[in-house]
């Protein structure tokens, strides 16, 4: 470039000036700085494609593995996780405890259970497999109201007339403690056309009229003893249960008479009789509860000398209910009307203690 020297001012200072290229060449110049940009971004978009498929490659394989990982983790197989579940929750229950029904602990279990056995879509009232009938044994220590402690063998005890409603009275002045050993339930369907059918609550009168083919027979039986006079026996409470026609998974049960069977061969017949005495004792009529509840004594003549037995009944049905949570063949847990954990496992007939037949 050529490169003059003018005069610039009138203070005789000079200052030097760069004349501009001719257009042609500035022109060209600014193309080859175009053109080498363009190649040089072209090429590092080159570089950086290559590197990130390179890349791509290397950990596709990973991210996989990583992603089938988490998708087991955070949704596992419904069956493993209902398994898993029931285990938990007989492991809990083998393992006992003074109320281990009305435990914190089951919570967990409890739960996951009654997810499974909502996400799978039974209601206990008409699924026929698994059955709502059968032979059931409670699963864990008992626990409802007038429990006055344990045994050294961790058996609950509780007044004898706790376990009745009041309706047994014995010759003793005090009230008689009873061992209880474990509670079984023989629930199965009313055979149609065979008996009249029973007395039935007002509320569910017209559903079973509709409906005589669901009406089920309930034996709730009481296994008990009376250490102290060497007394073995059972409490038998004879209800009904039906299927509730407007809530899911409930059922209705109303009792009506009740017995106190001698078990013959462990039991002391001199120890019977003292705790029973030699007739049917009848209840006093200032019974408030009897009274409120309309019950009454069926009295049988010498059937407590003959078979060491007796028997009672309930004017008027005394109702309840339970709404199950989740049941299969092994296993069923509700909830009763007064909010109590009823957890039960399915035995076969051989199990069946012959007094509770």
């Known amino acids: 470039d050529r490169v003059d020297l003018r005069w610039v001012g009138g ?16 022109s060209m110049w600014k193309f080859d700085n175009m053109l080498v940009s363009c190649l040089l971004v072209a090429s590092s978009f080159l570089l950086l494609s290559s590197n990130a498929f390179s890349l791509r490659l290397d950990t596709t394989p990973t991210t996989r593995s990583r992603s089938s990982i988490s998708t087991a983790t955070t949704a596992p197989d419904p069956s493993s996780v209902k398994t898993s579940a029931k285990n938990g929750l007989l492991q809990l229950l083998n393992e006992g405890g003074d109320d281990i029904c009305s435990s914190p602990l089951l919570d ?48 609950p005890l509780y007044p004898l007339s706790k376990l009745t409603m009041g309706q047994v009275k014995t010759v003793l002045s005090d009230d008689v403690i009873c061992t209880v050993k474990r509670m079984t339930q023989n629930v199965n369907f009313v055979e149609p056309n065979k008996a009249p059918l029973p007395i039935i609550p007002d509320s569910m009168k017209e559903a079973v009229h509709a409906h005589p083919e ?8 009481t296994h008990f003893s009376i250490d102290e006079f060497n007394v073995n026996g059972v409490l038998r409470m004879e209800s009904y249960t039906f299927p509730n026609p407007a809530t899911p998974n409930r059922y209705d049960t109303w009792f009506l008479q009740g017995q106190v069977l001698c078990s013959t061969q462990d039991t002391d017949p001199d120890g019977w009789k003292a705790v029973f005495g030699s007739e049917v004792q009848q209840l006093p009529s200032r019974n408030g509860l009897l009274r ?3 019950l009454r004594r069926k009295r049988k003549p010498s059937g407590l000398v003959e078979d060491k037995s007796l028997s009672y009944s309930l004017g008027k049905p005394a109702a309840a ?37």
């Open 11 to 26: 203070h005789g200072s000079h200052k030097q000036h760069q004349k501009p290229a001719p257009r042609s060449t500035l």
């Open 108 to 155: 967990e279990p409890l739960a996951d259970l009654a997810q499974c056995y909502e996400r799978d879509n039974i209601d206990a009232r008409t699924s026929m497999n698994p059955s709502y009938n059968g032979y059931w044994s409670n699963a864990g220590p008992l626990a409802f109201q007038g429990r006055e402690g344990f045994n050294v063998r961790g058996q």
């Open 214 to 221: 669901r009406l089920r027979t309930s034996f709730l039986d």
């Open 292 to 294: 409120r509840l309309g």
């Open 321 to 357: 209910h339970q709404t199950v949570i989740y049941m299969d063949q092994d296993i069923r847990v509700s909830i009763g009307n007064r909010g109590t954990r009823i957890i039960v496992t399915k035995e076969d007939d051989d199990d069946k203690n012959t007094v509770g037949q």
